[in-house]
C-alpha cells in the first residue's frame, strides 16, 4: 500500500525532488528503455495489440514521471535543481507526447 501512497504524494507534489528523480526517473530509465525496445520490435513484427500497449505504456509512464519532476521541483534543495528539473520535464514532455502521438496516428 506504501508504494501506492508514493505515486500519490509524488504526483501531488509532496516528495523531495532527489526521490522523485532517483526513485521515478533514473532506477525505471533502463528498464522502461528496455521495454520500448520490446514494444517497438514487436510491433515491426506485426505482434501489434501487445506492441502497441506496451509502447503506450511506456509512454504514459514517461509523461506521468515529466509531471512529478516538475510538480516536484519547487521543493529541490538548490534554485538550479529546480531549474535543470523543469529542463528536463520540459524535454522529456516533448519527447514522450511526440512518440505517443506518432504511435496513436498510425
Avoid: C, D, H
Amino acid at each position: 500500500m506504501k508504494i501506492f501512497n508514493w505515486f500519490a504524494e509524488a504526483y501531488a507534489g509532496k516528495i523531495a525532488l532527489w526521490k522523485a528523480f532517483v526513485f521515478g526517473y533514473l532506477l525505471l530509465l533502463v528498464p522502461t528503455t528496455i521495454l520500448t525496445g520490446i514494444g517497438v520490435e514487436m510491433l515491426a513484427k506485426g505482434n501489434g495489440g501487445v506492441g502497441y500497449a506496451i509502447y503506450v505504456a511506456v509512454q504514459l509512464y514517461y509523461l506521468w514521471i515529466t509531471i512529478v519532476l516538475w510538480r516536484n521541483s519547487a521543493n529541490a534543495s538548490k534554485p538550479i535543481y529546480k531549474l535543470l528539473a523543469r529542463v528536463i520535464s520540459v524535454i522529456n514532455g516533448i519527447i514522450a507526447g511526440g512518440m505517443l502521438l506518432t504511435v496513436v496516428k498510425s
